[in-house]
T-cell receptor
Framework: GGIITQTPKFLIGQEGQKLTLKCQQN?????MYWYRQDSGKGLRLIYY???????QKGDLSEGYDASREKKSSFSLTVTSAQKNEMAVFLC???????????FGSGTRLTVL | QQQVRQSSQSLTVWEGETAILNCSYE??????FPWYQQFPGEGPALLIA?????DKKEDGRFTIFFNKREKNLSLHIKDSQPGDSATYFC???????????FGAGTKLSVKP
């Protein structure tokens, strides 16, 4: 079996700060995703990547950048953190041709 | 705009009852509908899924009923147990698209 590791688990930032969240998977999956989870709003797609160096915008990409440096890693940058922003950012991966997403346990972001 | 809608944010049932979680969608091109289960502090995990060519999928105590004409589906959890208390997400995707969309989630509480 494999695992998805998200770092850090908790991230506290200041308003206007640039913050980076990291995700690593050892499934050897092709596609990776970043979702934002807010209470009452479910999971909203920010970015996804179907292979190394590929990037596709999701429904909520404004205010974020992403980078797929290699097959096993996918990072997300909050370009300018908003005050009172609190959400959990979930990374997921999927093998090409399969349909099941495997999720990490999330990074909880708080902006002061 | 929410492409996948879950009608209830929360649901409480007694142990042994059948919990029914509802979901609807907008996009007629969606043809794969997984349900994910999430426990606090963890990422969502696939519970059961159905393709649009079927109207029912059963796996133990969990059953999906699917109505393509009405663009809705429901997850039935028979003989609910306290250990089933979790948040359930309905999701949808197109077979030629890599990015599943999720509903807002239904938080199920099963009282002993």
């Amino acid at each position: 079996g494999g695992i998805i590791t998200q770092t850090p688990k908790f991230l506290i930032g200041q308003e206007g700060q640039k913050l980076t969240l990291k995700c690593q998977q050892n499934f050897n999956h092709d596609t990776m995703y970043w979702y934002r989870q807010d209470s009452g709003k479910g999971l909203r797609l920010i970015y996804y990547s179907i292979t190394e160096n590929d990037l596709q915008k999701g429904d909520l990409s404004e205010g974020y950048d992403a980078s797929r440096e290699k097959k096993s890693s996918f990072s997300l940058t909050v370009t300018s953190a908003q005050k009172n922003e609190m959400a959990v950012f979930l990374c997921a991966s999927r093998l090409g041709g399969a349909e099941t997403l495997y999720f990490g346990s999330g990074t909880r972001l708080t902006v002061l | 705009q929410q492409q996948v809608r879950q009608s209830s944010q929360s649901l409480t049932v007694w142990e042994g009852e059948t919990a029914i979680l509802n979901c609807s969608y907008e996009n007629s091109a969606f043809d794969y509908f997984p349900w994910y289960q999430q426990f606090p502090g963890e990422g969502p995990a696939l519970l059961i899924a159905i393709r649009s060519v079927s109207d029912k999928k059963e796996d133990g105590r969990f059953t999906i009923f699917f109505n393509k004409r009405e663009k809705n589906l429901s997850l039935h959890i028979k003989d609910s147990q306290p250990g089933d208390s979790a948040t359930y997400f309905c999701a949808a995707s197109e077979s030629n698209n890599n990015a599943p969309r999720f509903g807002a989630g239904t938080k199920l509480s099963v009282k002993p």
